[in-house]
């Protein structure tokens, strides 16, 4: 089993920042993708990034350019860095990793982006 604990949510004004962080533990070995979701309230849960074992990096159109996925295998967190966020940003953030054809989940850190 894999266990996944996000943390790094908050209240975030229009334009601001934020890191997200998701510590990965259990058995972690031959884990291939590691990546972020997000659910808005009222929508359905959809991609934002996500790094593969090799570093590989890859976004969604929604998050491009003001995103930025890593992660610190010492440590086993993956983080997601969000920069001039929008209320559109405003959703639980969720992180996921796939491992030998099974995915994970955390319970997720509600960003709200608001004035």
């Known amino acids: 089993q894999v266990q996944l604990v996000e943390s790094g949510g908050g209240l975030v004004q229009p334009g601001g920042s934020l890191r997200l962080s998701c510590v990965i533990s259990g058995s972690i070995i031959r884990i291939s993708h590691m990546r972020w979701y997000r659910q808005a309230p009222g929508k359905e849960r959809e991609y934002v990034a996500a790094i593969d074992i090799g570093g590989s990096t890859n976004y969604a159109d929604s998050v491009k350019g003001r995103c930025s996925i890593s992660r610190d295998a010492a440590k086993r967190t993956i983080y997601v860095q969000m920069n001039n966020l929008t209320p559109e940003d405003t959703a639980v953030y969720y992180c996921?990793?796939?491992?030998?054809?099974?995915?994970?989940w955390g319970k997720g850190t509600l960003v709200t982006v608001s004035s």
């Open positions: 996921n990793v796939l491992r030998e054809g099974m995915n994970f």
